[in-house]
C-alpha cells in the first residue's frame, strides 16, 4: 500500500486487507488495477465537456423534473438538504439513472426506475454511457465481492441486494468560480450509497474531512480510480468500514467535470447491521426506496425533509 501527499491510500484492486484497512480509516482509497478500460474514461471524459457546451434554452428543454429525476440540473439549483440558508451548490449536472428494461416487474413497484433521457445534440452520448456505466458496474461488483470476503460479509446477500439496482450517476460540470463567490462547489456531506467511484478531475478541489476534522485534498494518480464507502456499507459492517464527510472545493477560474457512480441496491432493500456493531458505532436501519427518495425530494428548492431528525447525507461544515 502506498499513501499520495494527500493522504489517501493508493493500492490494487485486489490488495482486499489493504483497502479495508483504507477504508476503515479514512472512507477513501484511490485503486488502480480497476479494470475499466482508459478509452472509456477518457470517452466519458469528453463527453462530460460536450454535454454541458450548449444554450441553457436546451438545457431547459431537458432539465430534471419533480417526477422525473433524468436530465440537466441547473447552475446553483439544489441546496443542502437540511440547511437551507446555506448558498446552492456551485455545479450544473446531468442525471441518469440504470438503465431499466421496460418489461421490467420493478417498473410497476417503483417510480424511481424507468428509461434515462438522452441529449439531443449527442447522438453518441447512449453508447459512451453504456459501455463506461458496464466497466464501472463490473469494477464495483469486484470491489464489493473482495471487501465481502475481507470482513466477514460474504453470503449475507449482498450481491442479491444488488438486483434491479437504484445505482445512478450525476455528471458534474463545476464552472470556473469567481473571486470572493461564497457558494461551495458541493457542500460538505456523506453519500447514502454502497459505494461511490470516480475517476478525478486532474484540477482537483475534492477535499476529505479527516478524523481531526481537518479538510484534506483526495489525492488520486492518473491510473487509479477513487473509491469511497457510503452510509449503507457501513451500515452493512457495523461500522467496520466508514463513510466520510467530504465536499468540493471549485478551483478560482478553472472549470471541473467529474461523474461519480452511486451504487445503491434495490428500492426494496432494507439495510440494517449485518456484523455486530463496532463499539461507538450508532447502529440504525436505512430503507433505501424511501430514503432515496426523500434525497431526492429535498434537493429541490423550497423542500424541507418531512423528519427533521432523519439523516440525508448533509453534514456540518
Not at 78 to 107: I, M, Q, T
Not at 134 to 158: H, P, T, Y
Amino acid at each position: 500500500m502506498v499513501v499520495s501527499s494527500q493522504g489517501v491510500p493508493v493500492l490494487g484492486s485486489e490488495e482486499s486487507k489493504g483497502l479495508v484497512e483504507a477504508l476503515s480509516g479514512v472512507g477513501f482509497a484511490a485503486v488502480r488495477d480497476h479494470h475499466v478500460p482508459d478509452a472509456d474514461l477518457a470517452a466519458m471524459r469528453r463527453l462530460l465537456v460536450a454535454l454541458f457546451d450548449v444554450d441553457d434554452g436546451a438545457k431547459d428543454r431537458q432539465s430534471v423534473s419533480r417526477d422525473d429525476y433524468r436530465g440537466y440540473i441547473p447552475l446553483r439549483f439544489f441546496s443542502p438538504n437540511r440547511d437551507k440558508a446555506a448558498p446552492p451548490d456551485g455545479f450544473e449536472g446531468y442525471k441518469l439513472h440504470w438503465e431499466c428494461p421496460p418489461d421490467h416487474p420493478v417498473r410497476s413497484e417503483c417510480a424511481h426506475y424507468g428509461p434515462n433521457r438522452w441529449a439531443d445534440h449527442l447522438p453518441e452520448m447512449p453508447s459512451v454511457v453504456e459501455s463506461w456505466w458496464a466497466a464501472m458496474e463490473a469494477f464495483s461488483s469486484r470491489l464489493m465481492a473482495g471487501l465481502a470476503d475481507a470482513v466477514g460479509l460474504q453470503g449475507k446477500g449482498l450481491a442479491e441486494a444488488m438486483e434491479a439496482p437504484l445505482t445512478n450517476v450525476t455528471l458534474l460540470h463545476y464552472p470556473g468560480r469567481r473571486a470572493n463567490d461564497p457558494a461551495p462547489g458541493f457542500h460538505p456531506h456523506k453519500d447514502i450509497t454502497v459505494v461511490t467511484i470516480l475517476d478525478p478531475d486532474p484540477v482537483g478541489g475534492l477535499e476529505v474531512r479527516t478524523r481531526d476534522g481537518d479538510w484534506v485534498e483526495a489525492g488520486c494518480p492518473d491510473d487509479a480510480l477513487l473509491v469511497n464507502v457510503g452510509d449503507l456499507l457501513e451500515v452493512w459492517s457495523g461500522g467496520r468500514l466508514v463513510s466520510t464527510p467530504h465536499r468540493v472545493t471549485n478551483p478560482e477560474g478553472v472549470e471541473r467535470y467529474s461523474a461519480p457512480f452511486f451504487v445503491v441496491p434495490n428500492h426494496r432493500v432494507v439495510v440494517e447491521p449485518l456484523l455486530d456493531p463496532v463499539d461507538g458505532f450508532e447502529s440504525r436501519s436505512v430503507d433505501v426506496g424511501r430514503v432515496t427518495a426523500e434525497v431526492w425530494r429535498t434537493n429541490w428548492p423550497g423542500e424541507a425533509p418531512s423528519d427533521s431528525a432523519s439523516h440525508l447525507g448533509t453534514v456540518e461544515p
